[in-house]
């Protein structure tokens, strides 16, 4: 594809159940990153993926929270036993090394 | 650790005035700035990214900034505001071009005609 996209657009789950969401990065990219935007903040950094090297966690908020990429494709979050906290827009990024991050359109999860 | 701060999360400007939002940095190594827009119902765009080359960078959309090392600032400019700027505008940082980004809170942009 052209782009980074993303599954489900929108995804609404009740509280406890878990959920995962979808990205595929551009086709060659190496990097990907998720980010989660809670309505009226700013991007916070969750996980980054490059290439075979361990990933940086160092922002998912609590150990529900995990990912997943295969090779240098598809990668899945993640999110056990929802929260309403949780309630926001999921974005994926990817990029070629050292180059800017393409974000896809989001997923927005809301927990009810 | 790195954080950016924007100064106004709401500027309202007349259609052909000055555009000028605000963007501090902290960083303990030599950073990596950018400016993201995000038009309603849209994804992120890149608008520009300073990365140690010109500290006046020029970007798309006539969208301007100036890196200052000594005010630790990246602010944006535009001299004529045009009623398609109306977006949120996200200032972001990072240790490296690869690295992860660190975001500003976002400034929504309003032009009124």
């Known amino acids: 594809g052209a782009g980074v996209s993303q599954s489900p657009s929108n995804k609404v789950t009740e509280k406890g159940k878990d959920v995962e969401l979808r990205c595929d990065p551009i086709?060659?990219?190496?990097?990907l990153y998720w980010y989660r935007q809670r309505l009226g903040q700013g991007l916070e950094f969750l996980i980054y993926f490059q290439g075979n090297s361990a990933p940086d966690k160092s922002g998912l908020p609590s150990d529900r929270f995990s990912a997943e990429r295969t090779g240098e494709s598809v990668s899945t979050l993640t999110i056990q036993r929802t929260q309403q906290e949780d309630s926001a827009v999921y974005l994926c990024?990817?990029?070629?090394?050292?180059?800017?991050?393409?974000f896809g359109p989001g997923t927005r999860l809301t927990v009810l | 650790a790195q954080s950016v701060t924007q100064l106004g999360s709401h500027v309202s400007v007349s259609e052909g005035a000055l555009v000028l939002l605000r963007c501090n940095y902290s960083s303990s190594v030599p950073p990596y700035l950018f400016w993201y827009v995000q038009y309603p119902n849209q994804g992120l765009q890149l608008l520009l990214k300073y990365t140690s080359a010109a500290t006046l960078v020029k970007g798309i959309n006539g969208f301007e900034a100036e890196f200052k090392k000594s005010e630790t600032s990246f602010h944006l400019t535009k001299p004529s505001a045009h009623m398609s700027d109306a977006a949120e505008y996200f200032c972001a940082v990072s240790e490296g071009q690869g690295g992860k980004l660190i975001f500003g809170q976002g400034t929504e942009l309003s032009v009124k005609p």
């Open positions: 086709s060659g990219h190496t990097a």
């Open positions: 990024a990817s990029s070629s090394s050292y180059n800017e991050q393409f």
